[in-house]
């Protein structure tokens, strides 16, 4: 099976940076795309960033211009740098990893349990 961790969540002021990290693992043929999301308490999970089998990146509005998605290939790593973070950013920041089972050849979605990112003064 296909395994999903996330790290680096933490406390952080508001205008402060965090490095989230999403490591895959397991029974990986290939990965296709990466990507996080996050939900903040009683509300929806939301799309944040992704990045592409290609290299290409796509950010939710909210966030474009602060955070950066980029990807180790060789780790089957995603790494999520977050600047001038504010209160609207506290969330559980989720990672999504498509990815085709080397077992039997089934390409799906897996999630981690997600990382906690506080912003608070």
């Known amino acids: 099976q296909v395994q999903v961790v996330e790290s680096g969540g933490g406390l952080v002021q508001p205008g402060g940076s965090l490095r989230l990290s999403c490591a895959a693992s397991g029974s990986i043929l290939s990965i296709n795309d990466m990507a996080w999301h996050r939900q903040a308490p009683g509300k929806q999970r939301e799309f944040v960033a992704a990045i592409r089998d290609g290299g290409s990146t796509n950010y939710a509005d909210s966030v474009k211009g602060r955070f950066t998605i980029s990807r180790d290939i060789a780790k089957n790593t995603i790494y999520l740098q977050m600047n001038n973070l504010g209160p609207d950013d506290a969330a559980i920041y989720l990672c999504?990893?498509?990815?085709?089972?080397?077992?039997?050849?089934?390409?799906?979605?897996?999630w981690g349990k997600g990382t906690q990112v506080t912003v608070s003064s």
């Open positions: 999504n990893v498509m990815a085709v089972d080397v077992r039997n050849g089934n390409r799906m979605g897996y």
